[in-house]
């Protein structure tokens, strides 16, 4: 049921040709559509609400949208498109995007908005149409256009699946991040991970041939400890290794992490302020850290108009390309991304 206005007539600006449209929809995780409308609203970028379904937002605008319109980092946006209308068939949405050369299919099941796995990854630049299913006679047809910076995936939802050996959804996290930001880790580089147990991360990152100095004073996972070293200071060369600091992070030390660290991570459960702090101090005590990957823990969705400071927060540290987004797997979590 809209929760706002009526539902737009789109048949006007219906052709593709024109790659114009008065409304964008986004997709986003259920539950977030009123966090996004208020991620919308702080950033001042005029778009009025116009119609809501659960995952499902859109907005009008006084002009009309085109392409370049949607080339906005919405956080909690999965995807934003140009809206080419409603239909009542898959294959009347589907002809509406025209000659898109991808075709990306999504829908609402299991009270999650999925990506339908199956499409190539489109090339930069390219045209992408997105056909939604919000119900049995209910599809919303819409475009974009690839960037580095967006998803190749379908709604943003890469359908990987976790290992039946890890010890928790923060490897799922971490895989499903590197894959919307197209991020490269490359082997033997070292990372420190704050508040790592039972070890997700870890072992996707041993697997990626990455070492990690984990901090936390709670156990590892067995499948992780089997790539642990003692010494720090006698790392190995040829294998990556795990070195567990078993201390709070406030109490880690230059000494805990020693040398060449270049990535900093944290799943802790932490307030984003804290766990900011922390960012802080790793990244004076490792002045290598090129990159940071951080899981903002959120008490509510609506500390996204706290957005500004996170990022201010980080340009201090020396970062300068900054970016936040809810990934298909989150719940009150949000990944946030920074690199020199």
């Given amino acids: ?103 990306h299919h999504a829908r609402f099941h299991e009270r999650k908005l999925q990506g339908v796995p199956g499409t190539r990854r489109p090339k930069t630049g390219e045209r992408v149409g997105t056909v939604v299913e919000l119900g049995p006679d209910e599809f919303w047809s ?3 256009r690839h960037t580095p910076r967006l998803s190749p995936d379908p709604a943003g939802d890469s359908g990987i699946e976790m290992p039946a050996d890890s010890p928790s959804r923060a490897w799922l996290k971490l895989e499903e991040a590197i894959r919307f930001f197209d991020l490269e880790f490359r082997p033997g580089e070292i990372a420190v991970e704050v508040g790592c147990a039972p ?53 880690a030390s230059k000494r805990d992490l020693g040398h060449g660290v270049s990535w900093f991570l944290s799943d802790m459960n932490q307030s984003p302020e804290v766990v900011l702090k922390e960012c802080a101090r790793f990244c004076r005590m490792c002045p ?15 500390q996204i108009a706290d957005k500004p400071g996170w990022f201010a927060a980080l340009a201090a540290m020396g970062f300068t390309t900054v970016r936040l987004q809810q990934l298909a797997v989150h719940h009150k979590e949000l990944a946030l991304l920074a690199t020199r």
């Avoid at 400890?225 to 567990?244: C, E, G, T, V, Y």
């Fill in 1 to 103: 049921m809209p929760l706002a206005g009526r539902e737009p007539d789109f048949q006007s600006r219906r052709t593709v040709h024109r790659i114009e449209s008065e409304f964008v929809f986004a997709l986003c995780n259920p539950g977030s559509e009123k966090a996004l409308k208020l991620e919308v609203e702080t950033m001042a970028l005029g778009w009025r609400l116009s119609y809501q379904r659960r995952g499902f937002v859109t907005f009008k605008s006084d002009a009309p949208f085109t392409l370049d319109s949607l080339a906005v980092d919405l956080a909690l946006a999965r995807r934003c498109c140009l809206s080419l209308g409603k239909s009542s068939t898959r294959a009347e949405a589907v002809e509406r995007v025209g000659a898109a050369p991808t075709v």
């Fill in 288 to 302: 290598d850290i090129r990159g940071v990957l951080i899981t903002l823990k959120l008490t509510d969705l609506m």
């Fill in 199 to 251: 070890g997700g991360v870890v072992l996707a990152l041993l697997r990626r041939g990455v070492s990690v100095v984990g901090v936390d004073p709670a156990k590892m996972a067995e499948v992780v400890l089997a790539s642990a070293i003692d010494n720090r200071q006698q790392a190995p060369k040829d294998r990556p290794w795990f070195f567990h600091s078993r201390k709070p992070a406030a109490l």
């Fill in 142 to 144: 819409g475009l974009h």
